[in-house]
């Protein structure tokens, strides 16, 4: 089955071309998709053809399987089901300056990174430009049906998986983002969290498209980080260092680095004080964010004033810095937890009900 959510338009007007359709057909077709609209629905499209093209080809590649909307503050967590059985999570927050819809890109995750459930068994698979692009089209379609006239507005790779250990999808998705009849998104509202692959930052930075660059640091150094992030042996923090750098000379974009606070380990003052050495000059943010603690893995938060003077040293060395805020604390908001829930409360094996 041909995945159509992820041709642009000019290949899914040549794909229809290939099967003796017009022009004008594709681009009908593309702008129906890129609604979340499946064949049944095209209705200036004729049946028959409609038929034809179910039986050959996929227009949504993403259904909501579950969805769960925070009493608190409106963020709304989803399970996406794809066509094969398997599932991914969404998390859609509502903020002044608009929507956020943060996305998988891979089905599990294998950085293995010691305090995330989304790596918990390895990874089963990369997702596609177009389920990414699909988990987009389902969220717009749930936020329809709540008839605010919301749409996501701002979109974050944040969800289950690496990003840049999916490189050719993702960038696949970022250029399909800003079709004009598609979702047509300023990649300036577009973030992409890296846990540090750092030959593929060189590449993204190549791309010259304005994503924000997020970096997951948690430590303030190589020792402390390798106790947590595998990724650590292989890549420095000062290589990392130098590829946001490089990053930064090319897109004019401010790297943000994400770091979350584990009691113990990295959220001292002293870490808190060689981080701001180590940031010193750079074009940065630092967003410190409280630890989701996970059932299965052995690590703890840190209290409030721990927060608050960590966030203290870095104000007075001029770092900027802030406490991510905490949405959808009712509903399982951090990554793979629902996904986890679903899936190993339910039932026994990896898979989640399929979506048909
Ligand atoms: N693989 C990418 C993106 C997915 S994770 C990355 O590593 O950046 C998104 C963010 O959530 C990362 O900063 C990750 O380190 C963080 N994260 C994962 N598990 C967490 C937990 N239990 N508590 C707080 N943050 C967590």
Redesign the pocket.
Known sequence: MEELAGLNREELTGWMKDRGYPAFRGKQVFAWIHRGADFDEMTNIPKDMREKLRQEAVAQPVSIQLQRESALDGTVKFLFALKDGNCVEGVLMRYKYGVSL?IS?QVG?R?G?K????TLEGKVRDLTAGEMLGEIFAANRFLDTEGNGEKVSHVV?????????NYEQVIRFLRLLREEDGIHLSLRNVSL????IVPRIYDLAAEKLPVTL???L?APNDEIRRRT?PVANTWSIREILEACRHYIRETGRRVIF?Y?LVDGLNAGEAQASELADLLRGMQCHVNL??????KE?H?K?VSEDTVSAFLKVLEDRHISATRRRELGDDIEG???QLRRKTIFESRSDTRCESST
Not at 289 to 294: A, F, G, H, K, Y
Request: net charge negative; hydrophobic share 35%; with cysteine.
């Open positions: 943060c890109t995750c950085m990174c305090f995330c459930a989304s790779l944040m969800g289950s998986g690496e990003p840049l250990d969290s890296t846990c540090g997020c970096i997951s948690h992030m994400e979350a964010i409280p630890l989701n603690e996970v893995r690590l938060g951090a990554c793979g």
